[in-house]
């Protein structure tokens, strides 16, 4: 285990993660699931195929709490971390602008071949929080299915 671990390791490193997405990738925060959460986005990454869930729950207008559920590579294990770290406690106005590259930057950057990884985090939170808004009646379904602009 510990071998595959430093394997891995090395090889993420050899991929040119900085510290930052190591850090957010051997250590996740904010895995997992929300039973009947207010808001849920699913979303997939065309390019590779992987998949992201973000579950969140909302009080005052705010992300009171956030999990999410990845099935996918390194980048996007950090991208999901970051991501719910980033909107953990900010209102829904305030958290539907966090953008790809807004994730990308905070994590200092990821690895050229690696950007399109960076693209999930956003929209999967874009996605619950558009379905919470559904949910409530504050937009219709043909404008949560409206694509945005990145
Ligand atoms: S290779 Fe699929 S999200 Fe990174």
Redesign the pocket.
């Known amino acids: 285990m510990f071998g595959i671990l430093f394997e891995g390791d090395r090889w993420m490193a050899q991929i040119g993660y900085n510290e930052t997405v190591m850090d957010h990738f051997m250590n996740p925060r904010n895995v997992g699931v929300i039973e009947n959460p207010d808001g849920y986005g699913k979303v997939g990454?065309p390019?590779?195929?992987?998949l992201?869930e973000i579950f969140i729950n909302v009080k005052d207008d705010r992300i009171d709490d956030i999990k999410f559920r990845?099935f996918?590579?390194?980048?996007?294990i950090a991208?999901s971390s970051m991501v719910t770290e980033m909107a953990k406690g900010k209102t829904l106005d305030e958290a539907i602008k966090i953008t790809r590259n807004d994730v990308a930057e905070k994590l200092g950057g990821l690895p050229p071949q690696?950007m399109?990884?960076s693209?999930?985090g956003a929209d999967a939170l874009h996605a619950a929080i558009k379905d919470y808004w559904v949910k409530i009646g504050k937009i219709s379904l043909q404008e949560a299915a409206e694509e945005e602009e990145v």
């Open positions: 990454n390019v590779c195929g992987d992201m990845t996918g590579c390194g980048s996007a991208v690696k399109h990884c693209n999930l």
